[in-house]
C-alpha cells in the first residue's frame, strides 16, 4: 500500500486548501482513512478521519467546522478541504490507511502512512 499526499502550500489566515491523497492498490474502499498533522515540537495528532464508505466522519475539535473529509473510492483518493485556516494550523500533514472499515483516531490504528505535505498559515 503506497500512499501519495499532495496540496499543501502557504495560505494566509482566512484561506483555504485542499489536501489530496492518492492510494494504490484495489483494497482501497475496504478500509477507513484519516488525516493527521504534526507541528514543529509537538506530536503527531488526529485531525479527521472517514469509514470505508465515507458514511461516518469524525474530526478533531481544533478543527469541527471548518475542515471536512471526503473521499472517493472510484479514484482510490481521500481529500481533506480546509477551509478558515489559522496560523495554528501550519504542520506536515499526512494521510493514514487504518486496519479496519470503520473511523478511528488513535495513532496506533494506522499502518499505512503518506510521506506528509506541508501547510504554513501565514497571520
Known amino acids: 500500500v503506497q500512499l501519495q499526499a499532495s496540496g499543501g502550500g502557504l495560505v494566509q489566515a482566512g484561506g483555504s486548501l485542499r489536501l489530496s491523497c492518492a492510494a494504490s492498490?484495489?483494497?482501497?474502499?475496504?478500509?477507513?482513512m484519516a488525516w493527521f498533522r504534526q507541528a514543529p515540537g509537538k506530536e503527531r495528532e488526529f485531525v479527521a478521519g472517514?469509514?470505508?464508505?465515507?458514511?461516518?466522519?469524525f474530526y478533531a475539535d481544533s478543527v469541527k467546522g471548518r475542515f471536512t473529509i471526503s473521499r472517493d473510492n472510484a479514484k482510490n483518493t481521500v481529500y481533506l478541504q480546509m477551509n478558515s485556516l489559522k496560523p495554528e494550523d501550519t504542520a506536515i500533514y499526512y494521510c493514514?490507511?487504518?486496519?479496519?472499515?470503520?473511523?478511528?483516531?488513535?495513532?496506533?490504528?494506522?499502518?499505512?502512512w503518506g510521506q506528509g505535505t506541508q501547510v504554513t498559515v501565514s497571520s
Open positions: 493514514a490507511r487504518s486496519y479496519t472499515t470503520g473511523v478511528l483516531t488513535d495513532i496506533r490504528n494506522f499502518p499505512y
Open positions: 492498490g484495489r483494497t482501497f474502499s475496504s478500509y477507513g
Open positions: 472517514i469509514s470505508w464508505t465515507g458514511g461516518n466522519t
